[in-house]
């Protein structure tokens, strides 16, 4: 990979890209709170709602492998200004929409779902771009560099978005949304990323390219095993993130106030955890880090589900713990995928998993009001936190896994 990689001042250029990937984040985290508090203010629906998130995850989850072919054939860094200025586009509509007051719910949906095509691309095709820009000793780093930025967001988001949507109104939100998504745009443009050079490109029929992608995940057993125990724990962590808000109203008999605090703690966790990743780079196995990511987080789910209702204090703390082991997994997930694929395939699988492990979100945002309401919202922590903690304890058990590193596709 060195070969066709140009890795000079690769500090500085994440530099410039962290930025703009700050205000874009940012923003897009304001704005959809304050769409969410919007569709919640105006139509007092939780099935509103529920579409809304799912018009934002659908494209992602139909397009993915499409993307994925053309991020690997076309040259990244323009794919994530198009995307980007797509998004912003979009997110001009919407305040355009609310500024006239002309303002329908199945508009927004439509450009919710505009939205996240452009999503469907540029999330891949950064991912797909980092280890071209910086060598593989600091792919750990900017993981978790990448961890921090997202917990500023979780942090900060919810709180802007309900006072600007508050205090100035919709239509200037998605302005906001708009110069965020601008900014991040344009910084790429202060940013050389190589290409991958053309006779190393593919010239198949896009459904050939589709194929080949997902026969180099299964080529690779360790990886593949490795998705599969993402998408499980996907599977029943995202239930217990849709009705978390249930757990501390309904279960510990909280407030708005706390539920907004509960927030908040997480969003301290994966940024405590995003900051060790960054500075302590360390030389733990990254598979070991996976396995106790999802053990941890799966110990501290069942724990939260097992503890008295009146234990809020102790359920608020135990859910920056919650937090902090998100990139414990997240990070150097990340970084497998990007040391153990050739870069010819990485827009592909990125793409592609991107696509499978968002089908149990949607799952979790049908069924999860349904599921807490049957067998009780703190028994859904408990079954899931085991469930969580079982996969990470398998992880330990399987050879392929525990071979993965030994070899790199670079």
């Known amino acids: 990979m060195e070969t066709i990689v140009q890795k000079s001042n690769w500090k500085n250029k994440f530099g410039i890209i962290w930025t703009g990937q700050l205000f874009s984040i940012l923003s897009s985290s304001i704005a959809q709170f304050a769409m969410v508090l919007w569709i919640g203010m105006e139509t007092g629906s939780a099935e509103a709602l529920a579409y809304a998130a799912i018009a934002g995850l659908l494209p992602q989850i139909i397009l993915g492998p499409f993307a994925g072919v053309f991020i690997d054939r076309w040259n990244r860094k323009w794919t994530m200004i198009g995307a980007d200025l797509f998004v912003a586009l979009c997110s001009a509509a919407i305040a355009l929409f609310f500024y006239l007051d002309i303002v329908e719910l199945w508009s927004i949906y439509i450009l919710l779902m505009l939205r996240s095509v452009g999503s469907a691309f540029h999330a891949p095709a950064m991912k797909s771009a980092i280890p071209i820009l910086a060598p593989k000793s600091a792919l750990v780093r900017i993981a978790g560099v990448n961890e921090i930025i997202q917990s500023i967001s979780i942090i900060c988001g919810p709180m802007l978005g309900a006072i600007c949507l508050l205090t100035f109104g919709m239509s200037i939100v998605m302005i906001l949304d708009f110069i965020g998504a601008f900014i991040a745009s344009f910084s790429l443009l202060f940013v050389s990323i190589p290409s991958i050079p053309k006779e190393r490109r593919s010239a198949k029929t896009m459904l050939q390219d589709m194929t080949d992608g997902a026969a180099a995940i299964l080529q690779n ?134 696509s499978i492990s968002q089908l149990p979100a949607m799952i979790g945002l049908l069924f999860a009001g349904y599921i807490a309401d049957d067998i009780g919202v703190e028994k859904l922590f408990v079954f899931g936190g085991v469930v969580v903690a079982m996969t990470g304890i398998i992880l330990f058990f399987i050879p392929s896994v525990q071979h993965l590193e030994e070899k790199s596709a670079h």
């Open 221 to 354: 057993r360790g990886m593949t095993w490795l998705m599969v125990s993402e998408v499980v724990v996907n599977f029943f962590v995202m239930p217990i993130v849709a009705v978390m808000s249930l757990m501390t109203l309904q279960y510990f008999k909280g407030t708005a106030y706390q539920v907004s605090l509960i927030e908040g703690f997480y969003g301290i966790g994966l940024l405590v955890g995003g900051i060790i990743l960054s500075l302590w780079n360390p030389k733990i196995r990254k598979v070991s880090l996976i396995i106790l990511g999802f053990s941890g987080l799966g110990a501290v789910l069942a724990i939260c589900g097992a503890l008295p209702s009146g234990y809020f204090t102790a359920y608020a703390i135990l859910t920056i713990v919650q937090g902090f082991a998100v990139p414990l997994f997240t990070g150097p997930f990340t970084v497998l995928i990007q040391t153990q694929f050739p870069p010819t395939y990485l827009g592909r699988v990125f793409a592609l998993f991107g």
